[in-house]
């Protein structure tokens, strides 16, 4: 034999294994191969995971303790029929300029703006493509015929995922627009309820002031006819009924306070104040009303600028995604995997695996009956919002007409039997009239002077409510720059 042939056979010896002896360091490279590249794709994995940081809770309320803690930045409003509303608190705060600082202040508020956080993740996850799946195993022989390290590789993908992503996409968009829309509402009657508390507060406080004077009178009187009882100089009679103006006008002006009171602490809790805050209130000058025409024209656009019949809309939207995502979901090819491997006899193999759902007993029939229940649902419910609606505008412009109607008898009647009772006192000090006829008659202004107030106020509550539910800019704003 040659010397090149010697070679060539004692090269070929070294790399024939021996008893075995060489095999295992070639297995070891090549199980340090098949574990370096799962070991890289989980540091690259983990180097994308998110880390926790805690965010403890609050531990004390956080209530305003003066006014000058309200917030009156109004470039963030959002609400369309508050945004010609300027704010200026150097003479007072009206009831629209307390709308507007209830939208910007309220705690409840701010909590649902930070829950539209929430519906925004939604979104970002839905649009988001279903991750490949990486499968990868290796075997190591320890006996047999047969030497090679086996391996596999496969690389999947979720395709149901990706059929319904446009789906997801579409129903988490409707349920954030939803959800933002429902804040917008909120926003609208929270501003209007705050306009009510006001309202209320200033018609209270004022009614409050009227009967001061007059309990000033009656208490005056009062003590004049006790003393001229105990001279003997009136009756137990004429005494009595002094004393029943007086507890009379006392009851109204308990009554007057307290209501106001109330109102004013609603108010505080609407703004995020302390209940003992003192808002400096000014009853803002009466403007107009809208007319019979523009509530029409109002009502019959309303679905198309009402915050919550709009939500309910974006709502049914969503819902109608979620009814083609079942339908698709009978689609029954759901997963498709490439793989490659090699088995402990040398032999390399690729193939691919498909993943399909039988629809025998299940075939997603009972998803698709699910969504399409809860459309029809979300269906019904809109339609009755819409009635509801109806009925609230023709409720309101009811109560709104009748109350005036009450207001502009009385504004006439009022004044005229307070003409007639002022001189009362004098006749009855100079037993002209009666202690009944001077009771009677007290008692009679007192009732009617209530009365007026009292459907002033159910008036002007009465046209708050018709622009709340027709989303209308308060009536007297709209000559506002």
């Not at 009679?237 to 307290?258: P, S």
């Not at 009772?421 to 008692?443: C, E």
Request: charged content about 25%.
């Amino acid at each position: 034999m040659s010397r090149a042939a010697q070679g060539t056979a004692r090269a070929k010896e070294t790399r024939r294994p021996r008893n075995g002896r060489r095999a295992p360091e070639r297995v070891r490279i090549a199980g340090m191969r098949g574990v370096l590249p799962m070991v890289l794709a989980a540091a690259v994995g983990l180097s994308g995971c998110a880390t926790y940081h805690a965010r403890p809770l609050p531990a004390s309320p956080d209530l305003g303790a003066s006014p000058e803690r309200l917030k009156v930045d109004a470039a963030s409003l959002r609400v369309a029929p508050l945004k010609t509303i300027r704010i200026d608190a150097s003479d007072g705060l009206t009831p629209l300029e307390v709308a507007v600082l209830a939208v910007l202040n309220n705690p409840d508020l701010e909590a649902k703006r930070r829950a539209l956080g929430v519906n925004e993740a939604q979104v970002f996850m839905a649009g988001l493509l279903p991750d490949p799946q990486i499968t990868t195993s290796m075997d190591k022989p320890i006996s047999g015929p047969d030497h090679h390290t086996a391996y596999s590789f496969g690389a999947g993908l979720d395709l149901a995922g990706l059929l319904a992503r446009s789906y997801n996409r579409r129903a988490a968009r409707d349920t954030a627009k939803a959800a933002d829309l429902n804040l917008l509402w909120s926003e609208w009657s929270v501003a209007q309820q705050a306009r009510q508390f006001a309202e209320t507060a200033l018609a209270d406080e004022a009614r409050a002031a009227v009967l001061r004077q007059v309990l000033a009178l009656a208490a005056d009187r009062y003590a004049r006819s006790a003393h001229a009882l105990e001279n003997h100089d009136v009756t137990l009679q004429t005494n009595a009924a002094d004393l029943a103006v007086k507890l009379d006008a006392e009851n109204q002006l308990f009554t007057a306070t307290h209501d106001a009171q109330k109102a004013r602490r609603d108010l505080n809790a609407l703004l995020g104040l302390r209940a003992d805050v003192a808002l400096p209130l000014m009853p803002a000058p009466l403007g107009g009303v809208y007319d019979e025409a523009s509530v029409q024209h109002a009502l019959a656009n309303l679905p198309e600028r009402r915050p919550d019949l709009l939500a309910l809309k974006a709502g049914y939207g969503a819902q109608d995604a979620n009814v083609r995502k079942a339908i698709l979901a009978q689609f029954p090819l759901n997963n498709i995997a490439a793989n490659y491997a090699k088995d402990p006899a040398g032999t390399t193999t690729e193939g691919l695996a498909l993943t399909l759902a039988l629809p025998i007993f299940n075939g997603g029939r009972g998803d698709v009956r699910l969504q399409n229940a809860t459309r029809e649902q979300l269906r019904a419910e809109y339609q009755a919002r819409l009635d509801q609606t109806d009925a609230e505008v023709r409720n309101a412009e009811r109560e709104r007409e009748g109350a005036r109607s009450a207001v502009a008898v009385l504004s006439v009647d009022v004044p005229r039997l307070e003409a007639l009772s002022r001189p009362a006192l004098a006749a009855y000090d100079r037993r002209d009239i009666d202690s009944q006829t001077y009771l009677t008659l007290s008692q009679n202004v007192l009732s009617k002077r209530a009365d007026l107030d009292d459907k002033t106020l159910a008036a002007r509550l009465a046209e708050i409510a018709l622009e709340t539910a027709l989303f209308l800019p308060p009536a007297e704003s709209r000559a506002a720059p």
